[in-house]
Antibody, heavy 121, light 110 residues
Framework: QGQLVESGGGVVQPGRSLRLSCAAS????????MHWVRQAPGKGLEWVVV????????YYADSVKGRFTISRDNSKNTLYLEMNSLRAEDTAVYYC??????????????WGRGTLVTVSA | QSALTQPASVSGSPGQSITISCTGT?????????VSWYQQHPGKAPKLMIY???NRPSGVSNRFSGSKSGNTASLTISGLQAEDEAYFYC??????????FGGGTKLTVL
């Protein structure tokens, strides 16, 4: 079934940057599209971004477009999320999630446990 | 992209059936069959319950079923059990090549 483990969260000041990582194991990471989904404290789920299996194609939510960058290193079985110009409203638990297709089937059969990002002065 | 509309809460007694609605537009729910449902217990990661409107992943109880009519998708849980108590979220692919979630529904088993 596999496992996803996020890391890199923490407290950061508004306007600063942070990079999240998601280490994958137990499945062929390079064969699947991957997503980031976030959840603000006490709120619902919000989709953030997706990257195709080979990294050649990406789509972003309007709320993060131009500030966040997704990437992957298939040789390291790792997904990344570079977050710049962070705002208070970016405060959330960030989950990485595995798509069931190489491109996009738009549903997730494996989730990590999440990493908390807090944007605060 | 606005969130899909779900009721904030639903409730039912053990053994009963409940239905959670998820309303969008023709640019998301109504336009595609990429509707999914997730169950999330407090402090846990979401779990896929239904994909592509009405398909159930292996391992998910057949008490869970999904459907869609027009711009509204629905999740039905039959034979409610105490362990079903959780938050449920729908999601849909959109015409902007993005994904949108519903606001979430808290299911209480009385």
């Amino acid at each position: 079934q596999g496992q996803l483990v996020e890391s890199g969260g923490g407290v950061v000041q508004p306007g600063r940057s942070l990079r999240l990582s998601c280490a994958a194991s137990g499945f062929t990471f390079s064969s699947y599209a991957m997503h980031w989904v976030r959840q603000a404290p006490g709120k619902g789920l919000e989709w953030v971004v997706v990257i195709s299996y080979d990294g050649s194609n990406k789509y972003y939510a309007d709320s993060v477009k131009g500030r966040f960058t997704i990437s992957r290193d298939n040789s390291k079985n790792t997904l990344y999320l570079e977050m710049n110009s962070l705002r208070a409203e970016d405060t959330a638990v960030y989950y990485c999630a595995k798509d069931t297709g190489s491109w996009y089937n738009w549903y997730f059969d494996l989730w990590g446990r999440g990493t908390l990002v807090t944007v605060s002065a | 992209q606005s969130a899909l509309t779900q009721p904030a809460s639903v409730s039912g007694s053990p053994g009963q059936s409940i239905t959670i609605s998820c309303t969008g537009t023709s640019s998301d729910v109504g336009g595609y069959s990429y509707v999914s449902w997730y169950q999330q217990h407090p402090g846990k990661a979401p779990k896929l319950m239904i994909y592509d409107v009405s398909n159930r992943p292996s391992g998910v109880s057949n008490r869970f079923s999904g459907s869609k009519s027009g711009n509204t998708a629905s999740l039905t849980i039959s034979g409610l059990q105490a362990e079903d108590e959780a938050y449920f979220y729908c999601s849909s692919y959109t015409s902007s090549s993005t994904l949108v979630f519903g606001g979430g529904t808290k299911l209480t088993v009385l």
